[in-house]
């Protein structure tokens, strides 16, 4: 089913939702996915009846229906996947592309319309961020064949697919670097001569040790190494490395992949905030010079006013770690949950974010994610807490840009410790069979994870996979969401209710979220002519207008628009 499409059902569904008159043949057809033709999708389970207001609710959401024409565009609810550890086609333990393809359906219907691959290419560790040759794929993960069919397969179900570049440094078992050391072994009191061998001008050799140095066996000479002995730097500044670079982007282009995750680009000149930028121009200029709608996104794993600075690289997009992350906004905010001085942060964060980038980059697209394979992950900062799972991931998902989920995180999987740990497997079902992975070495297997698999949760209303569900549902609807410039709501963000307004052109949202485990009662009075359209309840009660007021369950939200 077209995009186009599926949102106009959507949108009927919620205007028939709040109308009281939802038809079952309705449901059943936005459901996309076979396998998930019992769960209909539902905004809230008893939804916000506003008397007499369900004409003009219906034209409300026609209104964002028409305006909201776009979204082939980087906006995107993007699902980083571990193939390591996601789903197994073969029954050696280890995930698989064929098994990624064996899930598109189940991802489907999850909502999501973006892949991000952490590295297929073959390398000796399991997590393959030490790669050997760029141009294939790993055989534990399968075959060119089995990529070009998931890029055939995904294409049909309007996902794109990301691969992570991983140019900051090589495998030590990359021929580049394996060439390079072998010819300084051979040199005897002579200066190494780029003619004789290129590859000695890949990496950053020099003769005396060094911090994040490692000594090359057997020779005076050392390499920069900054993540560990096998995995040596690249030295960025050659011509001859970036013109690799190149080539591999454009490679993968070609095959049909939409863009790339940038790895580590805070360490492609460690310490060196300039040189790195220029460095992330220059991949984003490349790649635009490849193909003008390609998607660049990057790890900066840093503070505020550093990945602003970044942002004026002129790079598409870069993760928002001042939010995700084990110390980020989000998790902060979720902490001082009930504390309004914690709450009505969120809402002023969001818009100082939103005008700190856009004046870096006018063109920027925000990357808000909760965790990835290198942080805990997000139900364990909530603390097994349900409700706030969920909230968690409407402030990830409600946030403007291309969203990233981890994994797992919409079943509300935990991982915390060793980063084996963080790249737990899929957890399909209590049996660990349909297709469940081996954990990676030293992972320290949970007995069940807090909330259940994902088989105990599909049919479950009130899991925190239907709440993700809905979440992703809500979001495509809306596009001002998603594309929405933000700013504080600062007549309703008070107490403990976090309110934003998102403006795309001339279409408008405000979300509001109760940040407590108390009910909350917003006056809407100055709101008139704004309509109730999309609610999520994280504890089942429902999520009510009356007479003026908007009544919000502990950690609900609800989403207004302009009639
Ligand atoms: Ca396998
Ligand atoms: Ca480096």
Redesign the pocket.
Same mark, same amino acid.
């Given at each position: 089913m077209k995009i186009r499409a599926k949102r106009l059902l959507c949108l009927l569904l919620a205007a028939f939702l709040l109308a009281g008159c939802a038809p079952a043949g309705k449901t059943q057809e936005f459901t996309t996915a076979p396998e998930f033709s019992g769960a209909a999708v539902e905004f809230s389970g008893e939804s916000a009846a506003v008397p007499g207001e369900a004409v003009k609710t219906e034209q409300a959401l026609d209104r964002i229906h028409t305006l909201g024409e776009s979204p082939e565009d980087n906006y995107r609810v993007w699902y980083e996947i571990f193939v390591y550890s996601f789903c197994d086609s073969d029954g050696d333990g280890i995930g698989d592309l064929k098994g990624v393809i064996s899930k598109l359906d189940y991802l489907q219907g999850l909502g999501i319309n973006g892949i991000w691959l952490m590295p297929i290419h073959p390398s000796t560790s399991y997590h393959k961020y030490n790669v050997s040759d760029y141009f294939a794929i790993d055989p534990a993960y399968g075959t060119m064949e089995d990529f070009q069919e998931l890029l055939t397969q995904c294409d049909q179900r309007n996902i794109r697919v990301i691969l992570d570049l991983v140019v900051?440094?090589t495998g030590s078992e990359h021929t580049w670097f394996t060439q390079a050391v072998n010819y300084l072994k051979g040199l005897v009191g002579e200066e190494p001569n780029v003619q004789d061998c290129p590859y000695a001008d890949y990496y950053n050799f020099v003769r005396e040790a060094r911090p994040g140095y490692t000594q090359v066996s057997g020779t005076d000479w050392y390499y #920069?190494s900054?993540f560990s002995p096998d995995m040596p730097?690249l030295n960025l500044g050659s011509d001859a490395v970036r013109s690799e670079i190149r080539d591999i982007m454009a490679y993968w282009l070609d095959l049909g992949v939409s863009g790339f995750r940038v790895d580590a680009a805070k #360490?492609?000149?460690?310490g060196k905030t300039d040189a790195n930028i220029e460095v992330l121009s220059w991949l984003q200029q490349t790649l635009r010079e490849l193909r003008e709608d390609a998607f660049l996104v990057a790890e900066v794993w840093d503070s505020f006013d550093q990945v602003t600075r970044y942002y004026e690289s002129g790079i598409t997009s870069l993760f928002n770690f001042p939010f995700g992350s084990a110390n980020g906004k989000i998790v902060a905010v979720i902490r001082g949950a009930g504390n309004p001085s914690v709450v009505t942060t969120f809402a002023t964060a969001l818009e100082k974010a939103d005008e700190a980038y856009l004046g870096a980059n006018p063109d920027y697209i925000d990357a808000p994610f909760l965790s990835n394979h290198d942080v805990g992950r997000i139900a364990g900062f909530c603390a097994g807490d349900q409700a706030k799972t969920k909230l968690a991931g409407a402030m990830n998902l409600f946030m403007s840009g291309s969203a990233f989920i981890y994994y797992g995180e919409e079943i509300g999987m935990t991982g915390s410790g060793n980063d084996p740990n963080k790249r737990a497997p899929m957890y399909w079902n209590a049996a660990r069979d349909s297709g469940t992975t081996q954990p990676p070495p030293e992972c320290v297997l949970p007995e069940s994870y807090p909330f259940g698999s994902l088989e105990e949760q599909r049919f479950d209303d009130d899991s925190v996979y239907s709440y993700y569900r809905q979440l992703i549902a809500i979001r495509q609807a809306i596009p001002a969401i998603s594309h929405g410039r933000t700013t504080a709501e600062a007549a309703l963000n008070v107490g403990c209710v976090s309110a934003f307004r998102k403006t795309w052109g001339e279409e408008m949202c405000i979300l509001l979220m109760n940040i407590s485990s108390e009910a909350s009662r917003t006056d809407l009075s100055g709101y008139e002519g704004w309509n109730l359209v999309a609610s999520l309840s994280a504890d089942g009660n429902p999520i009510t207008l009356d007479n003026g007021s908007l009544t919000l369950p502990p950690f609900g939200t609800a989403v207004l628009v302009p009639g």
């Open positions: 900051n440094h #920069e900054q730097d #360490e492609f000149y460690s």
